[in-house]
């Protein structure tokens, strides 16, 4: 049986694209609550690196702790839909992939001590930026909604020259598609990026239409609707 134990915390994050994939390549998912917020897994005692998410394999006992290769990892050991096809394609994928995960490090994350009141200079300053430094929370939103457009603006004009559609590298969706569905989600329907579609006029992806039609079609994947993602019930 394909089955993973996943250790993670009941927000979207880098966590519920994993979910996704395993949904969409029939991998059964024990969920594990992590501390700070849950008791079944403690990151400071058994991740290797001490975050999450932290991924073990039943059928072979592998564990790993970062994203990037747990998701890597899932597509090329289980095969299914996301599964690249050649190198070419895998090269691709990756590429997009990565700005999803730096869109997300400078820009979603950095959001997070902002929606959750984290004053923890030390561990703030520890992000790859720091969000609340010199001017406080009304600085700090202006110049993430700043970055968020600005990083926006490079992929949508990127998709536009490559004549993506209806996912970023054509007709087949890949696992950097489901990325950029769950962040692209988690700022339309979070309750607390509320704070970003405020400063947006409600809508922080108006001027991204490729981005928009892009997630849109991954939320009609069947498989992508049956792993029941709650947005709208998640904090961040």
């Not at 990892?73 to 190198?87: A, D, F, I």
């Not at 590298?169 to 569905?181: E, N, P, Q, R, W």
């Not at 309750?191 to 922080?204: N, Q």
Request: proline share 5%; net charge negative; with cysteine.
């Amino acid at each position: 049986m394909k089955q993973i134990d996943l250790a993670y915390l009941p927000i979207i994050g880098r966590g519920e694209q994993i979910n996704i994939i395993c949904a969409m390549h029939e991998i059964k998912v024990n969920y594990l609550l992590s501390t700070p917020l849950g008791d079944d897994f403690d990151k400071d005692k058994e991740a290797a690196f001490g975050t999450i998410p932290w991924m073990k394999d039943n059928a072979n006992d592998l564990e790993l702790n970062d994203s990037m290769a747990i998701v890597q990892y899932l597509v090329y050991q289980y095969p299914g839909p996301l599964t690249p096809k050649n190198n070419e394609s895998a090269a691709r994928v990756n590429m997009y992939w990565a700005w999803v995960q730096d869109y997300y490090s400078f820009v979603l994350s950095p959001f997070h001590d902002i929606i959750i009141d984290n004053n923890d200079v030390f561990w703030r300053n520890s992000r790859l930026t720091d969000s609340l430094a010199n001017g406080g929370k009304a600085t700090g939103i202006s110049n993430l909604k700043a970055l968020h457009t600005k990083r926006l603006r490079f992929l949508e004009q990127q998709l536009k020259n490559t004549n993506a559609a209806p996912f970023m590298t054509g007709k087949i969706c890949s696992y950097a598609d489901i990325f950029l569905y769950t962040c692209v989600r988690a700022v339309q329907e979070t309750g607390g990026f509320g704070l970003l579609r405020e400063t947006c006029d409600g809508d922080p992806f108006s001027d991204f239409p490729i981005v928009k039609n892009i997630a849109d079609a991954v939320g009609e994947i069947d498989a992508v609707k049956a792993s029941n993602s709650k947005f709208s019930e998640c904090p961040i």
